[in-house]
C-alpha cells in the first residue's frame, strides 16, 4: 500500500501514445481543464493590473534567486530565532533520513500529511514506511491517489485522471482498510464523496501527533512560513499535532513579508480561478507556552535535490520562479491529450517538462524525452503568473539533449555527451549551419531542389521516414524565394514598377 | 561537510554569473501594481457592501447588525444550528452571547482535540477583513483564540466590527498584519475542487460559516 513510484516509466513518446488512447482518461482530463480555463481568464480579468502583478512576481523571485545563498540564511537566522530548527538536504535521500529521524525520535508510527509537492518528489511515504511509520495523505486528490495505489498526474488535483464515478468506487472498496470504512449507499454526488472524505479523516487528525508538511512561501525576512489549500485538512495538520516537520525546497523563499501581497494575488486565482483560497495558514516558528498554538516543535527542512543545478543554468534557472499553480497543465493542449503520467515524475505538463530534466538531468530515456512533450505553442507562458518563458527553456533543453554540452549535476561541472538517437537532427543541423554560412550552396542547392521537385518522394527514407510519418514533406517551389526576389527587382534592389511588391 | 555546507556551496557555485558587488536590493522590482483595486476615495460603505458580496458569493452567510441586535442575532444563529454548546475565546466580550442559551466551552490548553470535536459552534472576532477577496482573518487576538477551536467544530460565527476591521485588498490587509502572530486567512467555508476541478462546499474546516457585520 506504499503507493507507486516514478521509477522504469518509458520515454514520454510511448507513454503519451498508450495514454492517448485512454477514451475515458481524455474525457476526464479535457472536462476538468476544460472546466478551469474559463474560470481563471474571469478571475485573472478582474485585476486590472494583472500585468503588473506578473512582472513583480517574476522580478521577486529572481532577484531571490540570484542571492538564494542571502536569504536562505536570514530565513535559518529567522526561524531558529523564533523557536523552530532548521535542516538541510542535498538530495532525497538525505530528506527522508532527516524526517525519518525525526519522526522516530517522537517514538510515534504514523504522521498526517498535508498535500506537498516536495514530499512527493522525494518519495517521503516510501521511505517512512521502510521505517515502520505510516503516512496518512489527507488532500482530497492525494487521499484518492493513495487509497487507489495510483500516482499522480496533476499539481493541483493529483486525481484529475479520476472521475467521479471511479472516485466512489475507489472510497467503497479501500477505504475500510485504511480505517473507516465508506458511508453505506455512497453516490458519485460530490458533496457525499466530499462527506466520506471528512468521516474517514477526522479520526486521524484528531489522534494525529506528527505533522508533515511542504510550504507555497518562506518569508526570509521574519522566518514565516505559508501553506495555501481549500479543504482544511491544511489547518488540520498544521494545528493540532505536538509536532510539525515541514520538507519545502530552497526556492520557496520570498525575501520580505510585503512579497506576499504580490503572490496571494498571483497564486489562487491562477490555481482554483478563485479570487482568494477558502484556507491560508502562516505560522512564524512556535508559539511560547502560555499561550501554545499549534506545535510545540517546527522542524523545517530545506531541500535542493536538483535545485542547484537548475539555479547554474542561466536559461533554466527561471523555472524556479514556479509557484506550483498548475495554470500552465490546464491550458496545455498536450498535457489535456497525454496526462500527467506519461511525464514521469511528481511535476507533469509543460512546467514539469522543463523542470524535471534539470532536477534529475537528462541522462535516462523518459528525462532526454520530456523538453519534446510540447507543440512549443507558447500557451504555457501566457498564463503562467510568474512569466516562466517555458517554450524558450524547452528549446535550450532540446539544444542541451542533441548537442550535449556543459552541465552541473548534483552540484558539480561536468560535460554531457549528446544523447543518442539524435544523431539525424544533428548532422541536419550541422548541414543547415554551413549551408547559411556559405550563401552560394546554398543558392546552388536550391536551384537544384526547384529543378528536381517532381522527383521528391511523398515519404523519406531511412532515419526521416519517422518524420515524414506523421507530416507531409513540404513540396518545394518551382523557384525559390531568393530568385523570384532577384526576378522581380533591379539588381540594385529598386522597386520595378507599380507591380514591384512591397 | 554538513548539508548546509554543501547546499550553500552549491548554491554559491551556480551563480558565478552574479557580480560580486551586486546586492539583494540591486535586482530591480517593478512595483507598478495597484494597492487596491478599489477607485480612491471609495466610501466605507461601499467597501463593506463589496465584503458581503464576495464573502456570499463564496457561500458564507452574511448577516448585518448593531450593538443592540448582536446579542438576539447570536442567540438565534446558534439556536438555528441546533448548536446546545459554543466554543468561548478568552477575550470575547461577555455581553456578545449574554442572550444566547448554548452551554459556554472555554479554549483552554489543556482541551484535546477530541474535547472540541464535542462542541456545535464557536464564535470569535477577527483581526482583518478584506473586501475585494471576501476574506477574513484571525491572528489569535483575545477575541479569536487558538487556531484549532475556529477549525473543529462545524459551525463558525465570526464578528467583523465595520468599517474600521475592514480594508479593500490584500497589499492593505498586510500592513495590518503582525507576522509572528499565527494567522488564519479564511474565505468562505471549507471547499474543494478535487473533483473534476469543480468547487464544492463542505470538507474539513467548518461547513457553515457566518459572517456578522457589526456596526459600532
Given amino acids: ?60 523571485k529572481d532577484r531571490t534567486l540570484r542571492h538564494l545563498d542571502h536569504y536562505l540564511e536570514r530565513l535559518e537566522e529567522a526561524v531558529t530565532a523564533a523557536g523552530g530548527t532548521v535542516h538541510w538536504a542535498a538530495d532525497a535521500a538525505e530528506a527522508n533520513r532527516i524526517v525519518t529521524d525525526l519522526v522516530r525520535a517522537t517514538g510515534e508510527t504514523e504522521v498526517v500529511k498535508v498535500k506537498s509537492m516536495a514530499t512527493q518528489e522525494i518519495d517521503l511515504n516510501a521511505a517512512l514506511e521502510r521505517a515502520g ?12 491517489v493513495q487509497l487507489g495505489d495510483d500516482l499522480p498526474s496533476h499539481i493541483l488535483v493529483p486525481a484529475i485522471h479520476r472521475n467521479r464515478g471511479e472516485i466512489r468506487d475507489i472510497f467503497r472498496e479501500e477505504m475500510g482498510r485504511w480505517g473507516r470504512p465508506a458511508p453505506k449507499g455512497l453516490t458519485d454526488d460530490p458533496a457525499e464523496l466530499a462527506e466520506a472524505a471528512r468521516l474517514h479523516l477526522r479520526e486521524k487528525f484528531l489522534r494525529a501527533k506528527v505533522g508533515v508538511s511542504g510550504a507555497n512561501f518562506m518569508v526570509a525576512e521574519t522566518g514565516t512560513l505559508v501553506v495555501v489549500e481549500s479543504e482544511g485538512n491544511g489547518r488540520m495538520c498544521l494545528t493540532l499535532p505536538e509536532t510539525l516537520i515541514s520538507v519545502v525546497g530552497i526556492e520557496k523563499v520570498v525575501p520580505t513579508w510585503q512579497d506576499l501581497e504580490i503572490f496571494l494575488q498571483l497564486l489562487p486565482r491562477s490555481s482554483t480561478a478563485e479570487r482568494m483560497n477558502p484556507y491560508t495558514s502562516m505560522w512564524t516558528g512556535t508559539t511560547d507556552s502560555e499561550t501554545a498554538d499549534g506545535p510545540r516543535v517546527f522542524h523545517l527542512v530545506l531541500l535542493d535535490n536538483g535545485r542547484t543545478d537548475a539555479l547554474a543554468d542561466t536559461v533554466g534557472r527561471q523555472a524556479l520562479r514556479c509557484i506550483r499553480c498548475s495554470a500552465c497543465l490546464n491550458v496545455c493542449p498536450v498535457y489535456e491529450r497525454a496526462g500527467g503520467h506519461a511525464y514521469g515524475s511528481a511535476y507533469p505538463g509543460p512546467i514539469g517538462a522543463i523542470l524535471t530534466p534539470q532536477l534529475r538531468g537528462t541522462a535516462s530515456e523518459l528525462d532526454a524525452s520530456l523538453p519534446y512533450a510540447s507543440s512549443l505553442c507558447g500557451a504555457c507562458y501566457e498564463v503562467c503568473p510568474v512569466a516562466i518563458d517555458i517554450p524558450q527553456v524547452l528549446v535550450h533543453l532540446r539544444e542541451r539533449v542533441v548537442e550535449g554540452g ?36 546554398l543558392l546552388a542547392g536550391q ?30 517551389p518551382a523557384e525559390s524565394f531568393r530568385d523570384w526576389w532577384r526576378r522581380t527587382r533591379n539588381v540594385r534592389g529598386e522597386a520595378r514598377g507599380e507591380g514591384g511588391g512591397r | ?50 465584503l458581503a458580496e464576495n464573502l456570499a458569493d463564496y457561500r458564507a452567510l452574511v448577516h448585518r447588525t448593531d450593538a443592540d441586535g448582536l446579542p438576539t442575532l447570536l442567540r438565534r444563529l446558534l439556536l438555528e444550528h441546533g448548536s446546545e454548546t459554543v466554543l468561548v475565546p478568552p477575550g470575547l466580550p461577555t455581553w456578545w452571547l449574554e442572550s444566547a442559551d448554548a452551554t459556554r466551552v472555554h479554549d483552554r490548553a489543556a482541551s484535546t482535540p477530541a474535547e472540541l470535536d464535542a462542541v456545535d459552534s464557536v464564535v470569535t472576532g477577527c483581526a482583518v477583513a478584506i473586501a475585494e477577496t471576501g476574506t477574513i482573518v484571525l491572528d ?43 494567522l488564519t486567512w479564511i474565505s468562505g467555508p471549507s471547499a474543494t475542487s478535487d473533483i473534476e476541478l469543480d468547487r464544492v462546499e463542505g470538507v474539513h474546516g467548518p461547513r457553515t460559516l457566518e459572517v456578522v457585520l457589526l456596526t459600532e
Fill in chain 2, 1 to 50: 561537510m554538513s548539508g548546509r555546507d554543501v547546499v550553500l556551496a552549491r548554491i554559491r557555485r551556480a551563480l558565478t554569473d552574479v557580480p560580486r558587488s551586486e546586492a539583494p536590493d540591486d535586482v530591480p522590482v517593478p512595483r507598478s501594481y495597484e494597492r487596491a483595486h478599489v477607485p480612491d476615495g471609495e466610501t466605507s460603505d461601499a467597501l463593506v457592501d463589496l
Fill in chain 1, 133 to 144: 511509520i505510516r503516512a496518512y495523505e489527507t488532500d482530497l486528490a492525494e487521499l484518492i
Fill in chain 2, 140 to 182: 489569535g487576538g483575545p477575541d479569536q483564540g487558538r487556531r484549532r477551536i475556529t477549525l473543529i467544530p462545524d459551525h463558525h460565527v465570526c464578528v467583523v466590527r465595520v468599517p474600521d476591521q475592514v480594508v479593500a485588498s490584500v497589499p492593505r490587509a498586510l500592513e495590518r498584519l503582525d507576522p509572528t502572530r499565527p
Fill in chain 1, 447 to 476: 536551384r537544384l531542389a526547384s529543378r528536381t521537385r517532381r522527383l521528391h518522394p511523398r515519404r523519406l527514407p531511412g532515419p526521416g521516414r519517422a518524420w515524414t510519418a506523421t507530416r507531409d514533406l513540404p513540396t518545394v
Fill in chain 1, 1 to 60: 500500500m506504499s503507493g507507486r513510484v516514478h521509477l522504469g516509466m518509458p520515454a514520454f513518446p510511448e507513454a503519451a501514445a498508450s495514454a492517448t488512447r485512454n477514451a475515458r482518461l481524455r474525457g476526464n482530463l479535457s472536462h476538468a481543464t476544460g472546466t478551469i480555463r474559463a474560470k481563471r481568464a474571469q478571475a485573472v480579468a478582474e485585476l486590472s493590473d494583472w500585468d503588473a502583478l506578473r512582472a513583480a512576481g517574476a522580478a521577486v
Fill in chain 1, 406 to 441: 556543459e552541465v552541473t549535476v548534483r552540484g558539480q561541472r561536468t560535460t554531457i555527451r549528446p544523447a543518442r538517437g539524435h544523431a539525424a537532427e544533428r548532422a541536419a543541423m550541422r548541414a543547415a549551419r554551413w549551408a547559411f554560412d556559405h550563401p552560394r550552396a
